[in-house]
């Protein structure tokens, strides 16, 4: 069983920068795959990034490449996001969730646990 808890959610203006970070229990985190997916009001749950159990592999979704970096501490059972250059349309309630694989997968249904999310909002 592994528990998720996000934190460094916010208000931030068009351009601006904040970085999430997701605190895991457990202690086999490092065998688990992390993604971060974001979900705005009247729209379906989206993938944004994913990092393998080592930070080998790393998805991103079109929408964020170039300015969000997922990254992975195993020593602290933390995974973060850092997420630059925001916009607007970045504004969501973001997700952690951990898969039970080695390898990443960008689909929300091939995560087996989820975090409560934060609220970023991005003002124009």
């Known amino acids: 069983q592994v528990q998720l808890v996000e934190s460094g959610g916010g208000l931030v203006q068009a351009g601006g920068s904040l970085r999430l970070s997701c605190a895991a229990s457990?202690?086999?985190?490092?065998?688990?795959?992390m993604g971060w997916f974001r979900q705005a009001p009247g729209k379906e749950r989206e993938f944004v990034a994913a990092?393998?159990?080592?930070?080998?592999?790393?998805y991103y979704a079109d929408s964020v490449k170039g300015r969000f970096t997922i990254s992975r501490d195993n020593a602290k059972n933390t995974v973060y996001l850092q997420m630059n250059s925001l916009k607007p349309e970045d504004t969501a309630v973001y997700y952690c969730?951990?898969?039970?694989?080695?390898?990443?997968?960008?689909?929300?249904?091939?995560?087996?646990?989820w975090g409560q999310g934060t609220q970023v909002t991005v003002s124009s």
């Open positions: 990092i393998s159990w080592n930070g080998g592999i790393i």
């Open positions: 457990g202690r086999t985190f490092s065998s688990y795959t």
């Open positions: 969730a951990a898969r039970a694989s080695m390898v990443p997968n960008t689909n929300s249904g091939g995560y087996d646990y």
